[in-house]
């Protein structure tokens, strides 16, 4: 296992570190420092746990559109 950069919405919210044999999230923004310091399985439980948060916290949800690539939000 490596460290991996977690991502919301195109923007860095957090890293996952190995620590015991599990991945521990490392929060780089507030928004998402309910998270810190807890343990996931993988990466993409990571990602799952931060987008329940982003959309608990605000209502909304990134939307990619297929002609561009960059995520916006929409409202939930």
Same mark, same amino acid.
């Given at each position: 296992?490596?460290?991996? =950069?977690? +991502?919301?919405?195109? +923007?860095? !919210? ?7 044999? $599990?991945? #521990?999230? !490392?929060? =780089? #923004? ?12 993988? @990466?993409? +439980?990571? $990602? ?9 916290? %605000?209502?909304?949800?990134? !939307?990619?559109?297929?002609?561009? %690539?960059? @995520? ?5």
């Amino acid at each position: 296992m490596n460290k991996q =950069v977690i +991502e919301f919405g195109g +923007e860095a !919210v957090g890293v996952v570190v190995p620590d015991a044999g $599990r991945l #521990k999230f !490392v929060a =780089v #923004k507030y928004h998402v420092w309910d998270l810190d310091s807890r343990h996931f399985r993988s @990466a993409d +439980e990571a $990602r799952a746990a931060v987008r329940q948060l982003m959309v608990s916290q %605000t209502g909304r949800r990134p !939307v990619v559109h297929s002609a561009d %690539t960059s @995520a916006v939000y929409a409202a939930a």
